[in-house]
């Protein structure tokens, strides 16, 4: 039996003038995950195509066609299986945006899975062997991230991507952010797989430098306490996700530095106190910002920051005083996004009640553009205030400062920024999608 596993990308992201190529793009692991769940008795010849970096063909020599949608390229995952679907070939969707709208996926496939699918979709293969696929996969009320193979990382070419050293431990976070996708996707349970497990797919891989995928390593503290500690043994660098609560836990923080964390992705949000109590994220406190920044950057860790513009506390001052605090703080990596109100999040639903949602087009829903009208700003302004933000921080000036205040790692340091400073200068290359008519009006 062929089966292929597509993941598709919506204009902002596709290979022909997107964001991330091979400079900065790792390997995923969705799709090499599903290929190693199959059932071995069923001999399965599988082909991967990631749009990211490839074009998928629109001539697949398949039994079944499986594409992961995440919201912002649902259009385009709808469109492939229309076309696979036309030529007779059966289509099956999951992933984030299906598990949030399965009736809307469902009808542009044959069969659904809603929620994360380690059980779901061996049985979905076994039925469709046997001609009795049904029409929607769930996950199971006991799921687990136990007893699990490891990805298939060799169905992906490896040169196409920065590194194929990409790993994950847990899934979910106990936070519960207005518009985060994944406690209304899938719940505020953590799930943790094995640390052993962990540490036999770092040994197999055998890269010294590695990525956790995890949204948030320090979920639960325990949990990351005896993953930092088995990491010690492997001697390796690794990068991941936390949130800012990590400054508050010298002891894990040093833990982690020594288990060999060189960076982190920490979601600061907004600087503004009454932002973060729109976003429900009053765990984060702007005065304790530059203190865990220079915490870690002592522990030779650097910081890739991440904020959000368009809360509704948010004003047109809100671009400037940001560049201004990553500029002073010294983050090695800011990144900014608009504020999205994806669907079934809190935050849809109240912008969505409120009569704010200007667009219900998907594939504008990629945090770049601004698909909502926010409170103390016009639509136009937000988006030109965060395109001016990236152009700010990324300039010569404002690289140099921060950098000369981080002095960590250095040479990675200033490769990064420098792809950065291209994609910023770029913005508008980048902008592919159409807006809806009237948007413009509306802006």
């Not at 598990?99 to 994360?116: F, H, K, S, W």
């Not at 894990?252 to 060189?262: D, I, P, Q, V, Y």
Request: hydrophobic share 40%.
């Amino acid at each position: 039996m062929k089966v292929a596993l597509l993941s598709p990308k919506g204009p902002l992201y596709r290979n022909r003038g997107g964001i991330f190529k091979q400079s900065l793009r790792y390997q995923p692991l969705t799709l090499t995950t599903l290929a190693a769940l199959a059932p071995p008795e069923l001999d399965i010849t599988f082909a991967l195509y990631d749009e990211g970096i490839e074009d998928i063909p629109l001539d697949l020599d398949a039994d079944l066609v499986g594409l992961t949608v995440i919201t912002g390229c649902a259009p385009r995952s709808y469109e492939l299986a229309r076309h696979y679907r036309s030529r007779g070939i059966k289509v099956v969707l999951g992933g984030p945006h299906v598990t949030l709208l399965p009736d809307e996926a469902a009808q542009n496939a044959d069969a659904i899975c809603v929620g994360y699918a380690e059980e779901a979709w061996p049985a979905l293969l076994r039925d469709f062997t046997q001609g009795q696929m049904r029409p929607r996969y769930n996950q199971g009320h006991d799921f687990k991230l136990t007893n699990l193979p490891f990805p298939r990382r060799d169905l992906l070419n490896g040169r196409r991507y920065l590194t194929q050293a990409v790993f994950e431990a847990t899934r979910a976070c106990a936070h519960d952010c207005e518009f985060c996708v994944v406690p209304t996707a899938w719940g505020r349970r953590q799930f943790q797989k094995p640390v052993e497990h962990v540490v036999d797919d770092i040994r197999r891989v055998g890269k010294r430098r590695i990525i956790f995928i995890d949204l948030n390593l320090i979920s639960d503290r325990a949990y990351a306490g005896e993953l930092f500690e088995a990491l010690i043994r492997l001697k390796i660098r690794w990068f991941g996700l936390a949130t800012s609560l990590l400054g508050r836990d010298r002891k894990l923080m040093e833990l982690a530095a020594r288990s060999g964390c060189a960076g982190l992705l920490i979601g600061f949000e907004s600087i503004c106190e009454s932002s973060l109590g729109d976003a429900r994220k009053k765990f984060n406190d702007p005065s304790r910002y530059r203190a865990l920044v220079n915490d870690l950057h002592a522990l030779d860790i650097s910081i890739q920051g991440c904020f959000v513009f368009g809360h509704d506390h948010d004003t047109v001052e809100v671009f400037d005083q940001t560049v201004q605090f990553c500029v002073d703080a010294g983050i090695d990596l800011p990144r900014f996004a608009i504020l999205t109100p994806f669907p079934g999040t809190p935050l849809h639903q109240r912008l969505d009640k409120d009569g704010r949602i200007l667009t219900k087009s998907w594939d504008l829903y990629d945090g770049q553009h601004v698909v909502f009208r926010p409170a103390k700003m016009t639509p136009r302004e937000l988006q030109i205030g965060h395109e001016k933000a990236w152009r700010d921080v990324y300039s010569v000036s404002s690289i140099t400062r921060r950098l000369a205040r981080s002095r960590t790692q250095l040479p990675i340091a200033i490769m990064a920024n420098l792809a950065y400073r291209y994609y910023a200068q770029h913005l508008e290359t980048h902008y592919t999608c159409d807006w809806p008519i009237g948007f413009r009006e509306a802006a």
